[in-house]
T-cell receptor, first 113, second 115 residues
């Protein structure tokens, strides 16, 4: 079945550091790929998305490129801020059928001033 | 900005009791989802509705869980009886009918603690 694997956390960085959170997926067909962010005590917010190979999703300084050859969708940001501290989830949506979202286990990010 | 509403935000109950969660999706969103998120894990789909019809409930433990969306708008998820292992965050999400990309909008969730 479809699955998403994220890098193990937690991740702790200093402010202005470069961020990479790895995400790889297993799916049939051509799924859509997403990054969601969850702040403490809140629901999930869509951060960015990509719907086909080589698409780059971007938002709030975060970027991720849909790499079909490596089945990856790594999240990057050039200079993180304390306010970026949250849990980040990589997810895919099946191309066919009910199109449910399949999530990775999440990566907790803490940014220290 | 329209949001998905959920209530209650927090619920503490004893095992074997019944609990119910409510979700009001964004107006006009025909597709509604209930997810369960165990602490430290990603959300997992419990049930998906298209209007008032169930599209996917393959992961719903039907011996104790039930979900309904009678008028195709708001929805209720019920657990009876609750077990210790049901402690989790229950998230509701909705999606517009139109649109190619499966972009789902999430509510704040209900955190359930079973004692």
């Amino acid at each position: 079945g479809n699955s998403v694997t994220q890098m193990e956390g937690p991740v702790t960085l200093s402010e202005e550091a470069f961020l990479t959170i790895n995400c790889t997926y297993t799916a049939t067909g051509y799924p859509s790929l997403f990054w969601y962010v969850q702040y403490p005590g809140e629901g999930l917010q869509l951060l960015l998305k990509a719907t086909k190979a080589d698409d780059k999703g971007s938002n709030k300084g975060f970027e991720a490129t849909y790499r079909k050859e490596t089945t990856s969708f790594h999240l990057e940001k050039g200079s993180v801020q304390v306010s970026d501290s949250a849990v980040y989830f990589c997810a895919l949506s099946e191309q066919w059928g009910a199109q449910k979202l399949v999530f990775g286990q999440g990566t907790r990010l803490t940014i220290n001033p | 900005e329209a949001e998905v509403a959920q209530s209650p935000r927090y619920k503490i109950t004893e095992k074997s009791q019944a609990v119910a969660f409510w979700c009001d999706p964004i107006s006009g969103h025909a597709t509604l989802y209930w997810y369960r998120q165990i602490l430290g894990q990603g959300p997992e789909l419990l049930v998906q509705f298209q209007d008032e019809s169930v599209v996917d409930d393959s992961q719903l433990p039907k011996d104790r869980f039930s979900a309904e969306r009678l008028k195709g708008v708001d929805s209720t998820l019920k657990i009876q009886p609750a077990e210790l292992g049901d402690s989790a965050m229950y998230l509701c999400a909705s999606r517009p009918t139109s649109g190619i990309v499966n972009e789902q909008f999430f509510g704040p969730g209900t955190r359930l603690t079973v004692l």
